[in-house]
Nanobody, 126 residues
């Protein structure tokens, strides 16, 4: 089970840090898997935000968030993070973490993402 946390209400230009942890029987299960962050704005399709390989050594970002968002992994805690700076109102939405069946992010980042959290809501006010 993947559980996101850290969402909330922030003003435009502000920052939030999201966390995604594996818990219960699945704790440690995703340690060898690539993981990613996706978001879904109201009325829009879910889109890739950021991802990282199983070790965290490779990171990937959507063009729209490059330079503002950073994803990282604490292997010991089996937790990944998404530091979001300079948030924009259009980035309001549900943010999900997902674990892949692969060890690295695929050319289509959603491909192979088999395990999903329930999401955490990020609201950016203008």
């Amino acid at each position: 089970q993947l559980a996101e946390s850290g969402g909330g209400l922030v003003q435009a230009g502000g920052s939030l840090r999201l966390s995604c942890a594996a818990s219960g029987p699945t704790s440690g299960r995703y340690s060898q898997h690539a993981m990613g962050w996706f978001r879904q704005a109201p009325g829009k399709e879910r889109e890739f935000v950021a991802g990282l390989s199983w070790s965290g050594g490779n990171t990937y970002y959507a063009d729209s968030v490059k330079g503002r968002f950073t994803t990282s992994k604490d292997i010991a805690k089996d937790t990944i993070y998404l530091q979001m700076n300079g948030l924009l109102p259009e980035e309001t939405g549900l943010y999900y973490c997902a674990a892949s069946v692969y060890s690295d992010i695929q050319p289509n980042p959603a491909y192979g993402m088999a395990y999903w959290g329930k999401g955490t809501l990020v609201t950016v006010s203008s």
